[in-house]
C-alpha cells in the first residue's frame, strides 16, 4: 500500500521501505542517477526521489519519464541533503503507470495564467495553485461543519428542487422535463413534473426556517443556482452557500455568530494549511496572512445602512452609480467602505425595506428592515443575513405588496400561525469565503468547476 506523501514528509528517515504513488512533476538526470519529483496532490511539497542508473527500467522508462506520468515508487525514506526538505526517497523500484505524450499534455513546467488553466479544467487541479485551493476549500469546509456541529447546531439537508422562489429576480432556473407528458397543447402546468413550476434553489432559507422553528439552532450548506447575467469576478451561476437560522434570536445574535464563524473559519485554514496560505501569501495576494491575521485580531466595525450612506455621500469620491438613501449599495460602495474607511470587515445594518426581500423584519421606523450584510475588502459582500419577520400579519402584508400570493407560501404563514418566535440567519457564499481566504481574484478559480453564462465545459 502506498503511504500520501504529506505523511511521508513529516515522517523521520527510519530507513523504511515505503511505496509512494503521484505524477511526475520534473526529472532531472545527473551521471549516474535521475532526480524525480513527485506530487499526488495531498500537500503543496513534491517528494524527491532518487532513481539510480542501476535500476533495471532506468534507461528504457526511467529516463523516459515526462511531467504528468504517473508512477508508483517503493524506496528507502532517507534524510535529505537538500535544503528546503528533510527527507528524501531512494528508489528501489519505480513503475511508470500511465504516460503523458510530452508533445501534447499542456501542463508543461512553465507558469500558465489562471484564463488559459479554465480552458482546461480537468487538468488544471495538477498545478500548484489550484491543487493548494483544491486543499483549502476542502478544509473550509470541514471548519465550517465544525464549527457548527461543535455549538450544536443541527445540519438539514435543503432541497434542490424547489418551488418557491425566495429571492425573486427572475434568477431562478427552471426544471422540467423534455417532454411534457401531456403532450403539445395542454395547459402548462398540468404538463409540469411536479405540478407546479418548479427551478433549482436559489437559496435553502426558507426551508431552513422550518427547521429552525423546530429544532432551534439549525443551518444548510449546499449548491445554489443562480441564473446571474452578470460576468463578474465574484457571481456564478452555481455556488455552495452556508445558511444557519437561530430561533429565539435576533439580529444581534446573527451578527455575532456570522462574525464568530469567520474568525473560527480564517483561525482554522491558517493552522491547518500553512503551506498552502504561504503559496498564495507569496504568489498571489501579497500580505493575505496579515490580512487575514487583522480580521481574526480585532472586533468587526458595525454602521448602519443610513450611516453608510451619509458617509459615502460626504467622501468626496465620485462613484459610478451615485449614492442616495434607498438605493442598494454597489461593490464599488462597498469596497470602498471596507477598504479604505474601514480597513477590515464591516456590517451593514437596517437597509431600506423597499430594497430587501419580503421575509426581512421590519424595524419600529417603519421604513427600514433588521438585514445585515458583511463587506469585506476585495470582495465586498460575502454575508446576507437579517432577522426574519416573525409576526404573521406584517408578514402577510408584505407578501402582499411584493406581490406574492400568500396562498403559494401558506406552508412559510403556518410557521407563524403556530408557535411563532423571533428568529434570524445568514447566508454566506462559500466561493467569496474561499476567494477571501486564498485571494484568488476571481470566483472561478476557488470552484472546481466554474459555471457562468456561456460556460460549463466539465
Ligand atoms: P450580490 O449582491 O453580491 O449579488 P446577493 O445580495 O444577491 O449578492 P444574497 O442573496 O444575500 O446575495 O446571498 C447570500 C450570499 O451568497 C452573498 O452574500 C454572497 O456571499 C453569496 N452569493 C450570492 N450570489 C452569488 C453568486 N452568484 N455567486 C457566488 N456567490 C454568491
Ligand atoms: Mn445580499
Partial sequence: MHLRINTLLNQPPTGEKVEVAGWIRTRRDTGGFSFLEVNDG??????????????VNYEQDIKRLTTGCSVRIEG???ASPAKGQAVELLAGRVEVVGWADPETYPLQKKRHSFEFLREITHLRPRTNALGAVA???????????????KRGFIQVHTPIITTSDCEGAGEMFQVSTTRPHGGAGKA??????????????VSGQLQAEVYALAMGDVYTFGPTFRAENSNTSRHLAEFWMIEPEMAFCDLRGNMRLAEEMLKYCLTDVMDNCAEDMELFDRFIEKG????????????????????????????????????????????????YLSEEVYKRPLIVTDYPAAIKPFYMRVN??????????ILVPGIGEIVGGSQREE???VLEARMRAAGIDPAEYSWYLDLRRYGSVPHA????GFERLVQFVTGMANIREVIPFPRTPGFAPC
Fill in 425 to 428: 440567519g445568514f447566508g454566506l
Fill in 364 to 373: 419600529d421606523d417603519g421604513k427600514t428592515v433588521a438585514a445585515m450584510d
Fill in 188 to 201: 402548462e402546468a398540468a404538463e409540469e413534473f411536479f405540478g407546479r413550476r418548479a427551478g433549482l434553489t
Fill in 42 to 55: 495531498s500537500c503543496l511539497a513534491n517528494i524527491q526521489v532518487i532513481a539510480d542508473k542501476d535500476l
Fill in 288 to 335: 493575505l496572512l496579515e490580512k487575514l491575521r487583522g480580521v481574526t485580531g480585532q472586533d468587526f466595525a458595525h454602521i448602519t445602512y443610513t450611516e453608510a450612506v451619509e458617509r459615502l455621500q460626504g467622501c468626496g469620491k465620485t462613484f459610478e452609480f451615485a449614492v442616495q438613501w434607498g438605493i442598494d449599495l454597489q461593490s464599488e460602495h462597498e469596497r
Fill in 76 to 78: 528507502t525514506l532517507q
Fill in 135 to 149: 486543499r483549502v476549500r476542502s478544509r473550509l469546509s470541514f471548519a465550517v461543519h465544525t464549527f457548527f456541529q
Fill in 391 to 393: 409576526r404573521y400579519d
